[in-house]
């Protein structure tokens, strides 16, 4: 009697500490109003990249938490502030936390560009792909020369030709 009394004690012991992770979900829509813009420093900081993420969401929409697994800093912090504002569409049932993968590719390029083709891959049922697509802020200099170069070597000749040709200039 005593040995099962010290069993049932442990077992409810390992109930209350023990708990599951969340289950992985397949993510079948969103709100019309959950969209991702391009940070508007990271556009003139010319930063781009892939963000990994883990998103948490309950199967009634309401996201609970983003994780961030990888990608530059600057763009991770933003897309984790705008996915806490979604509301998830799902078909998961229950009241389980559910997970999906969120792979968000951001991407620069100038006014000149057309945009460029982004193939169609399909997704598994718990990876939602995000491309976000933004123009090169350009880059006002002294007398108004408006530049969009975005290699800083370019930048760099740019500057040294400016100011080669004022030293040329006053001597004259």
């Known amino acids: 009697m005593r040995r099962n009394l010290s069993f049932l004690l442990c077992i409810g012991f390992l109930a209350s500490v023990c708990h599951a992770d969340a289950r992985w979900c397949s993510i079948v829509g969103r709100g019309p109003s959950d969209t991702i813009i391009?940070?508007?420093?990271?556009?003139?900081a010319r930063v781009q990249g892939v963000i990994l993420s883990r998103i948490y969401y309950l199967p009634s929409g309401q996201v609970k938490d983003v994780e961030v697994i990888s990608g530059p800093v600057m763009l991770s912090n933003w897309i984790s502030e705008q996915l806490k504002s979604w509301t998830i569409k799902t078909d998961a049932t229950g009241d389980?936390?559910?997970?999906?993968?969120?792979?968000?590719?951001?991407?620069l390029h100038s006014q000149s560009e057309s945009m460029p083709e982004r193939?169609?891959?399909?997704d598994s049922p718990s990876i939602l792909r995000l491309s976000?697509?933004?123009?090169?802020t350009p880059i006002l200099y002294g007398g108004g020369v408006v530049s969009t170069l975005s290699n800083p070597l370019s930048?760099?000749?740019?500057?040294?030709?400016?100011?080669v040709s004022k030293i040329f200039a006053h001597r004259s």
């Open 38 to 44: 391009y940070p508007p420093i990271a556009r003139v």
């Open 96 to 107: 389980e936390v559910c997970v999906t993968l969120v792979i968000a590719d951001f991407r």
């Open 119 to 122: 193939p169609i891959t399909p």
């Open 132 to 136: 976000i697509d933004g123009e090169i």
């Open 155 to 163: 930048r760099f000749k740019y500057a040294v030709k400016r100011k």
